[in-house]
């Protein structure tokens, strides 16, 4: 994990953007929602993070995400609502057809 800080506009999302390869991610704490979970609970903030990123491209199960973040399942989807509506996670629905 890296923690890059610093003042507005002095291109620390452009050097995430270099450095990382295509699979790692990074987050940001730009939206003041996520800002504030952070700061409410660094260590939570981050077993969510680690948790939610360690099952990328995989099948979501919230009972075992809230299980290896030490959380319970509603505060799981919870969390991981905010981090939807902040754009730091994405569900892909399945895409199916059932030949109606």
């Known amino acids: 994990m890296l923690l890059v800080t610093g003042a507005s506009q002095v291109g620390k999302t452009t050097l995430l953007q270099h450095i990382c390869r295509n699979d790692q991610g990074y987050v940001t704490l730009d939206d003041p929602l996520v800002l504030s979970l952070a700061r409410q609970d660094p260590a939570l903030f981050m077993q969510i993070i680690r948790a939610a990123s360690a099952r990328t ?3 979501l199960n919230l009972s ?3 299980r290896d973040a030490d959380i319970a399942p509603n ?14 996670v994405y569900l892909l629905e399945p895409y199916h057809t059932n030949g109606d």
Do not use: G, P
């Open 57 to 59: 491209a995989q099948i």
């Open 64 to 66: 075992e995400l809230a």
């Open 75 to 88: 505060t799981a989807k919870s969390w991981l609502s905010i981090l939807q509506a902040s754009d730091i």
